[in-house]
């Protein structure tokens, strides 16, 4: 990969990952919002119930800032105005604010009940799920932030409402030859506050915080992978349109495409098809008349919507014969009726002709066709074979001494439809066949 490719796969690739993020960080905030929007409608309706308690009023006015805080995030996410630092900044307020819960909302209206029994009665997995919200942003940064913020705000919490205790116990007031009573006395008392419980949760939130940021990593990791394949793909599909316009030109353009697919010589192939050979009459007194460049010009120009005609009716450039050219019809390119396609394709080319101030002559013939390359094994040349070619080419010749504007063999004839059969120009020599040959086709006007 050059360096040019490198720093493009790192432009695109910070670009998807940046959209990725945005995505799953409004799906986190929107379901924080959502808990904290019930939440402030359940408390409204009980400040309202029972207006008597104050903490109730405090609640609801705290869950109403937290919500209007995630609807604002969620606004600016994605815009102009947003930062990195905001989710920083939220997740840290969520994370503190679940933490000075259990240090500052009374589990009781007793003066005489420790605040350490919120801690006993409800618990760490509160904090979970603010954590599990973060992996959604895919940053593991962030997934590390919002756990490291949750254990310091556990164990300030914990320390805030262990410090003012008189009298506090733990596990090491319990020998290891403990009763009954002696359990019942240390860890039931209202005064345990269990420091090696908040060790191990923390140390445990901290275990699986660490997981996740490594889950979220390889996500990410994935995440560059799949944006490089998918970067490689467009490549390889951009060098396969590329080599396929560039051969399209030398070669017909759905043998360049099975040539680029298949990625093999192509097999010779042997259908009964059609064979059209154009040529543009009095082309020699032209070409006197203009300058080689303009000669050039208009010949391009024609060409390419003659082709365009072929191309309508599914026929196969297969060769431009200096001002013409020939084209076959279910060979090798499947034509359900390559007879009316062929002559289809010659009223087009005659009307193409006549915008573009040219005289043509068509002949063309139906028989049995064999399509194939052949060349070395460093160069090779897609050609086609069969009688109905070589009398195409003398049939179009035949049309300047006949005075037609198209001529084509019995076969192609007899195969049209009764009312579409042309006028007979009846048995004809034609050079390099020992028989004459019924021929049919079109007056010149």
């Known amino acids: 990969m050059t360096e040019t490719e490198t720093q493009r796969f790192a432009m695109e690739a910070e670009r998807r990952l940046v959209k990725a993020e945005q995505r799953g960080l409004r799906l986190a905030i929107a379901c924080r919002t959502l808990i904290t929007a019930a939440a402030f409608f359940w408390y409204l309706g009980s400040t309202l119930l029972f207006p008597e308690f104050s903490t109730r009023q405090v609640t609801t006015f705290a869950l109403f800032a937290f919500t209007a805080i995630g609807v604002t995030h969620l606004v600016l996410i994605g815009t102009g105005y947003d930062r990195a630092w905001i989710k920083y900044g939220v997740y840290a307020l969520d994370s503190l604010a679940i933490c000075s819960l259990f240090a500052l909302v009374p589990i009781s209206r007793a003066d005489d009940v420790p605040q350490i ?99 979220v990593y390889r996500a990410r990791a994935v995440f560059f992978a799949q944006v490089e394949a998918d970067l490689e793909r467009g490549r390889e599909r951009a060098k396969r349109q590329h080599v396929s316009v560039l051969l399209g030109k030398y070669l017909p353009e759905e043998i360049a495409k099975k040539l680029i697919d298949d990625n093999a010589p192509l097999k010779p192939q042997q259908s009964f098809g059609t064979a059209l050979v154009m040529d543009i009459a009095e082309f020699t007194s032209f070409s006197s008349v203009h300058s080689p460049d303009e000669v050039i010009k208009r010949l391009d120009v024609f060409l390419t919507d003659a082709t365009q005609d072929v191309s309508a009716e599914n026929g196969i450039v297969i060769s431009y014969l200096g001002d013409g050219f020939l084209v076959t019809y279910n060979a090798p390119v499947k034509v359900e009726t390559p007879a009316a396609a062929a002559i289809r394709t ?98 010149r006007q």
């Open 117 to 215: 029994i919120a801690f006993r009665a409800y618990g760490i997995y509160y904090l979970f799920p603010i954590i599990a919200l973060s992996c959604l942003s895919l940053s593991w940064r962030l997934v590390l932030w919002t756990g490291g913020l949750c254990v310091l705000g556990w164990w300030a919490a914990f320390i805030w409402v262990t410090v003012p205790m008189e009298r506090t116990l733990s596990w090491a007031d319990m020998s290891a030859m403990a009763t009954r009573e002696t359990y019942e006395a240390v860890f039931l008392s209202i005064d345990f506050i269990g420091r090696g419980n908040r060790i191990e949760e923390t140390g445990m939130l901290m275990f699986a915080t660490c997981i996740l940021a490594i889950a």
């Open 346 to 443: 010659a009223v087009a080319l005659h009307a193409t002709a006549a915008r573009h101030g040219f005289s043509i002559r068509i002949g063309i013939a139906s028989g049995e066709l064999v399509t194939g390359t052949i060349g070395s094994d460093t160069r090779q040349s897609f050609t086609v074979y069969g009688d109905p070619v070589n009398l195409a080419s003398r049939l179009e010749a035949k049309c300047k001494s006949l005075g037609a504007a198209m001529l084509l063999d019995a076969a192609t004839n007899a195969a049209l439809s009764g009312g579409d059969q042309m006028h007979s120009f009846g048995s004809i020599e034609i050079s390099g066949l020992t028989k004459p040959v019924a021929v049919f086709g079109t007056k």
